[in-house]
């Protein structure tokens, strides 16, 4: 069982448009992260969100904590080819360790 | 610096053979994590090490065992290998996890691809 549900699982645009992905879940979490994976690579940390609706941003990308810290976003503003990877989220639910990474959304941003 | 490196990057296995897989970061970092990405599962934990001489099962131990050797080396073996250990490794490390730090940054490798047939 996934704690953290992301959708959509794959998605595909043309440059200069906008994308959004989701992050899911019944947990509340103390901190999320987002990581971008790229082809034959591990993950690479973006952000870390600690605060219920909080709002971040990463030159295009805009990251948002729910309210309520069981929900998150990842917005990208003109997407560029650049951008394309696999997007997973992580969330710990107690301050002590473990992250749980969702399945991940796959981006392809074509020219 | 190199960060965090993984040894081999492909191997393929026979059923019930057996192997180790090697890390070693090069960041002072406390913390280090063994993880198995499969397709439509994400990143799933199998054994981390808060502390040098600390380990403790995640998600998946089933069929690994670790060993930290060292405060930069912590390695993954599989004693006998099966079709379902078949799956991309990474090892990750973090300064320190908990409480300590909210901001818990996990430093990738570059990722084992394990076959097992």
């Known amino acids: 069982t996934q704690l953290l549900e992301q959708s959509p699982q794959f998605l595909s645009i043309q440059e200069g448009e906008n994308l959004t992905v989701y992050c899911n879940s019944s947990?509340?979490?103390?901190?999320l992260q987002w990581y971008r994976q790229e082809p034959g690579e591990g993950p690479v940390l973006l952000v870390t969100v600690v605060t219920g609706g909080e709002v971040k941003k990463l030159k295009r990308l805009t990251f948002q904590f729910g309210d309520a810290r069981k929900d998150s976003s990842l917005h990208i503003t003109a997407a560029q080819p650049g951008d394309t990877g696999l997007y997973l989220c992580?969330?710990?639910?107690?301050?002590?360790?473990?992250?749980?990474f969702g399945a991940g959304t796959q981006v392809v941003v074509t020219p | 610096n190199a960060g965090v490196t993984q040894t081999p990057k492909f191997q393929v296995l026979k059923t019930g053979q057996s192997m180790t897989l090697q890390c070693a970061q090069d960041m002072n970092h406390n913390s280090m994590y063994w993880y198995r990405q499969d397709p439509g599962m994400g990143l799933r934990l199998i054994y981390y090490?808060?502390?040098?001489?600390?380990?403790d099962k995640g998600e998946v131990p089933n069929g690994y065992n670790v060993s930290r050797l060292n405060k930069r080396e912590f390695s993954l073996r599989l004693e006998s290998a099966a079709p379902s250990q078949t799956s991309v490794y990474f090892c990750a490390s973090s300064v320190f996890p908990g409480a300590l730090s909210s901001y818990n940054e996990q430093f990738f490798g570059p990722g084992t691809r394990l076959t097992v047939l």
């Open positions: 992580a969330g710990r639910t107690d301050s002590w360790g473990k992250f749980q």
């Open positions: 947990s509340v979490f103390s901190s």
């Open positions: 090490s808060a502390s040098e001489g600390t380990t």
